[in-house]
């Protein structure tokens, strides 16, 4: 059975600055999809960024991107130039290739990123 | 854009009642999903639904059902509320294989109390 975990479950940051989240999982799939997913307090939960572990390039959206360690099973978020919106939990989650045509996802616990002024 | 909506955003029922808890999304996906997210536990799928009158059971299925009469609706069931049902329920849709990989869209959310 696949696993996800976020070893942090609270960070904080000044703005401007960046931050790290961490991610790790486990499985014994070659091919899958991983995501960053955003829920802002009391707001609905977002895709932040999506990777395709076939492809060797780490996955950008504007300021978000990652790193992604397939040998290591890492997939860690980096927020460059923070921004006060981005105060939410943040979310790793995992999918299989093989079961794209459902969808299901396997969460991690969540990482609590509180943005400071 | 994609808009997933649920019922309501708060409930508080009694232990016992019959519990129904509805969402809807607009944009003709075929995937459905239930989760309950539990602080520490993150988010853990309940029922997932890949066409209608098509369920499939995931990871904590105890203690509740789901239906899916049309393909825009999936609904949840607690058929008799404990309070160790208290929780965040949140419901997502997503495409099928044609779709982006099996991104979810996800609803804001209902804040369930079972007193």
């Known amino acids: 059975a696949q696993t996800v975990t976020q070893s942090q479950p609270e960070m904080s940051v000044q703005e401007a600055e960046t931050v790290t989240l961490s991610c790790t999982y486990d499985?014994?799939?070659?091919?899958?999809?991983l995501f960053w997913y955003k829920q802002p307090p009391s707001r609905q939960m977002i895709l932040v960024i999506r990777q395709e572990a076939y492809k060797q390039q780490n996955a950008t959206e504007n300021r978000f991107s990652v790193n992604f360690q397939k040998a290591a099973k890492s997939f860690s978020l980096k927020i460059s130039d923070s921004q006060l919106g981005d105060t939410a939990m943040y979310f790793c989650?995992?999918?299989?290739?093989?079961?794209?045509?459902?969808?299901?996802?396997?969460f991690g616990q969540g990482t609590t990123l509180q943005v400071k002024p | 854009d994609v808009k997933v909506t649920q019922s309501s955003r708060y409930l508080v029922k009694r232990t016992g009642e019959k519990v129904f808890l509805e969402c809807v999304q607009d944009m003709d996906h075929e995937n459905m999903f239930w989760y309950r997210q539990d602080p520490g536990l993150g988010l853990r799928l309940i029922y997932f639904?890949?066409?209608?009158?098509?369920?499939e059971k995931g990871d904590i299925p105890e203690g509740y059902s789901v239906s899916r009469e049309k393909k825009e609706r999936f609904s949840l069931i607690l058929e008799s509320a404990s309070t160790n049902q208290t929780s965040m329920y949140l419901c997502?849709?997503?495409?099928?294989?044609?779709?982006?990989?099996?991104?979810?869209?996800f609803g804001p959310g209902t804040r369930l109390l079972v007193l």
């Open positions: 997502a849709s997503s495409p099928g294989t044609s779709g982006r990989g099996g991104t979810q869209y």
């Open positions: 499985t014994s799939e070659s091919n899958y999809y």
């Open positions: 989650a995992f999918m299989k290739h093989g079961s794209s045509n459902t969808g299901k996802l396997i």
């Open positions: 639904s890949y066409d209608v009158k098509m369920k």
